[in-house]
């Protein structure tokens, strides 16, 4: 069982932060069906529905986080061992960044080699995401350099960017400013958490941030 305090961390945060995306929803919804049918293909009508959207995606963003470190904490997932390239790793999170999250990773270094890690693709795949969505979007100069190396039993992904966030780790969910736009306040939290699951780590380190994840074993 995870440790006690540990379970629910976060459900009270997250109870508060949804209350304004659902109350815009809502409020947008009840717009459209107050407007005459005809309005409702125009342009305000397409507003209103733009603005329904975003708010439901920054809800389904912080609930589904929420939901998968709770799991993660209670062992609620059977992650798997596969034998994964970070060069993979590294791309499909950056896809995803670019077609669900809007940041362009035009003019990035990488320098990923043949190295390999071991674990659930799926998971470190967010985890990787939710590190680069962060170093992204809080640093004034987000052109971001992507760096892996493989230390006795551990491969390392050291990210910079151009100019680091301040502070380069976030202060817990609780701590911050209510009313992130996109949802992604939990995504810190969750990618250290499933790194943690994975026997690796999130750590500061010179100026960025390192992913310390378990080096490949041979037959794996």
């Known amino acids: 069982m995870p440790p006690p305090g540990k379970r629910g961390k976060y459900l009270g945060f997250v109870a508060h932060e949804?209350?304004?995306?659902?109350?815009?929803?809502?409020?947008?919804?009840?717009?459209?069906?107050?407007?005459?049918?005809?309005?409702?293909?125009?342009?305000?009508?397409?507003k209103m529905i733009d603005v329904s959207l975003r708010a439901l995606r920054r809800m389904r963003r912080l609930i589904d986080d929420f939901f998968t470190i709770e799991r993660l904490l209670e062992h609620g997932y059977d992650l798997k061992r596969e034998r994964l390239k970070l060069k993979d790793l590294v791309g499909s999170?950056?896809?995803?960044?670019?077609?669900?999250?809007?940041?362009?990773s035009d003019g990035w270094v990488l320098?990923?080699?043949?190295?390999?890690?071991?674990?659930?693709?799926?998971?470190?795949r967010r985890a990787v995401r939710a590190v680069l969505e962060h170093m992204a979007r809080s640093s004034p100069k987000p052109r971001l350099s992507v760096v892996s190396r493989t230390t006795g039993g551990s491969t390392e992904l050291f990210v910079r960017a151009e100019t680091a966030p301040a502070p380069l780790v976030p202060q817990d969910p609780e701590e911050r400013p209510s009313g992130d736009?996109?949802?992604?306040?939990?995504?810190?939290?969750?990618?250290?958490?499933?790194?943690?699951?994975?026997?690796?780590?999130?750590?500061?380190?010179d100026g960025g941030l390192c992913l310390v994840l378990p080096a490949a074993e041979a037959g794996v």
Request: aromatic fraction near 2%.
């Open 111 to 124: 320098e990923l080699g043949e190295g390999e890690t071991v674990g659930d693709a799926d998971m470190l």
């Open 181 to 205: 736009p996109t949802g992604a306040v939990l995504g810190f939290a969750l990618a250290s958490r499933i790194l943690a699951c994975h026997d690796g780590k999130l750590e500061e380190r």
């Open 18 to 46: 949804i209350k304004n995306p659902l109350a815009t929803a809502l409020w947008s919804c009840d717009l459209l069906k107050r407007m005459e049918s005809g309005d409702r293909s125009g342009e305000r009508a397409e």
């Open 93 to 104: 999170a950056l896809k995803a960044l670019t077609e669900k999250d809007g940041i362009a």
